[in-house]
């Protein structure tokens, strides 16, 4: 069975520094792209970071550019998203998310998220 | 950036109708387009890849079409369970992006 189980949440300061962790099982981690989306509370769908299975690929969003980095151990089948300068506008579930096998594809399997709020 | 415009915001359904969702590309993407389906406290799940490709498991009332800059995603009876969000994604260039989200609700 596919598992996408994210940690690292919580509450943060802003200004401050989060690393959320994903851990992956049931499926051959090493071979797959991944994502992290996001989703502010009450809002939409907002797509964050990519890492190609081998990780010599990497994209971000506009409005994470310069503050956050994704990375990825395949040996620990982890992926990781490490957050700077924390915004009010930050808070929101995030979800890991696994890129469907092939090239340049949708997203097929979610993890069930992780909230960070960041807040005073 | 590819900006994902769905329509409309909310969609008020009779169950056992269909439903027809609307998502515009401002530039072409191919036929590079999915739709998800998300339930409140819940993950999204995927619905269609390709525009029109059911994922594994979706049952046969969803479909999709459309290439370019226009899709449709339509549910032809509804079944209590679908009464929820829906979001379009283009996955044709970087950054991915979503469109804002149709909400299904009973009429």
């Known amino acids: 069975e596919v598992q996408l189980v994210e940690s690292g949440g919580g509450l943060a300061q802003p200004g401050g520094s989060l690393r959320l962790s994903c851990a992956a099982s049931?499926?051959?981690?090493?071979?797959?792209?991944m994502h992290w989306v996001r989703q502010a509370p009450g809002k939409g769908l907002e797509w964050v970071s990519y890492?190609?299975?081998?990780?010599?690929?990497?994209f971000y969003g506009d409005s994470v550019k310069g503050r956050f980095t994704i990375s990825r151990d395949n040996a620990k089948n982890s992926l990781y998203l490490q957050i700077y300068s924390l915004r009010d506008e930050d808070t929101a579930v995030y979800y890991c998310?696994?890129?469907?096998?092939?090239?340049?594809?949708?997203?097929?399997?979610w993890g069930q998220g992780i909230l960070v709020t960041v807040s005073s | 950036e590819i900006v994902m415009t769905q329509s409309p915001a909310t969609l008020s359904v009779s169950p056992g109708d269909r439903a027809t969702l609307s998502c515009r590309a401002s530039?072409?993407?191919?036929?590079?387009l999915a739709w998800y389906q998300q339930k409140p406290g819940q993950a999204p799940r995927l619905l269609i890849s390709?525009?029109?490709t059911r994922a594994t498991g979706i049952p046969a009332r969803f479909s999709g079409s459309g290439s370019g800059t226009e899709f449709t995603l339509t549910i032809s009876s509804l079944q209590s369970e679908d009464f929820t969000f829906y979001y379009c994604?283009?996955?044709?260039?970087?950054?991915?992006?979503f469109g804002q989200g149709t909400k299904v609700e009973v009429k």
């Open positions: 890492i190609s299975s081998d990780s010599s690929t990497i």
């Open positions: 390709g525009a029109s």
């Open positions: 049931g499926f051959t981690f090493r071979s797959y792209s």
């Open positions: 530039q072409s993407v191919s036929n590079n």
């Open positions: 994604q283009q996955y044709n260039n970087w950054p991915r992006t």
């Open positions: 998310a696994r890129e469907t096998y092939g090239s340049s594809s949708d997203i097929d399997f």
